[in-house]
T-cell receptor, first 110, second 115 residues
């Protein structure tokens, strides 16, 4: 079993739909990152969370430390949101090791 | 430079050859990380530097892999006696703070193909 699991693995939506991507982890963490990987391969950091909720534009990230679960939401989705979204956790015990999920491939159709 | 720069962008080598991959982080960034990513998979942690100190190398798969950051800036990941299973995208990321306390900035990666 992977320490970080994302669901769904693949997601197809119509433009304008509300998107939710989930991340569950099994280890104690000190922080969680949501990353976006573009079709060309570049990776961009979206959020770093240690508690609560963060919002940036149409993106919202939440984390529940007790339940070891985080969600990434996209409101009013757009074709340009099509990318792979990766959840990564900083393990509490290691202090520096970041463990990644396998990613969620999102396709938003016009 | 404005972002994290990696070179070469593409490297094709024959099995058994040594390769060196370079990462030039954002100026002033304290932390530097190396990852690798096989096709269709998420990134896999390799090693972490805080300035010039290699504080975590637990992700290096075996002793053919080594990394250095002698002056706390540019880093080199070296793979000796390459094998086909080493083929992957090797990514570097830097952060202005220590150990993931802040935002990560990723380079475009170096795609290694071992024939």
């Amino acid at each position: 079993k992977n320490e970080v699991e994302q669901s769904p693995q693949n997601l197809t939506a119509q433009e304008g739909e509300f998107i939710t991507i989930n991340c569950s982890y099994s280890v104690g963490i000190s922080a969680l990152h949501w990353l976006q990987q573009h079709p060309g391969g570049g990776i961009v950091s979206l959020f770093m969370l240690s508690s609560g909720k963060k919002k940036h534009g149409r993106l919202i990230a939440t984390i529940n430390i007790q339940e070891k679960h985080s969600s990434l939401h996209i409101t009013a989705s757009h074709p340009r949101d099509s990318a792979v979204y990766i959840c990564a956790v900083l393990e509490e015990t290691s202090g520096s090791r970041l463990t990644f999920g396998e990613g969620t491939q999102l396709t938003v159709n016009p | 430079g404005a972002g994290v720069s990696q070179s070469p962008r593409y490297k094709v080598t024959k099995r058994g050859q040594d390769v060196a991959l370079r990462c030039d982080p954002i100026s002033g960034h304290v932390s530097l990380y190396w990852y690798r990513q096989a096709l269709g998979q998420g990134p896999e942690f390799l090693t972490y530097f805080n300035y010039e100190a290699q504080q975590d190398k637990s992700g290096l798969p075996n002793d053919r892999f080594s990394a250095e950051r002698p002056e706390g800036s540019i880093s080199t990941l070296t793979i000796q006696r390459t094998e086909q299973r080493d083929s992957a995208m090797y990514r570097c990321a830097s952060s202005p703070t220590r150990a993931y306390a802040g935002e990560l900035f990723f380079g475009e990666g170096s795609r290694l193909t071992v024939l």
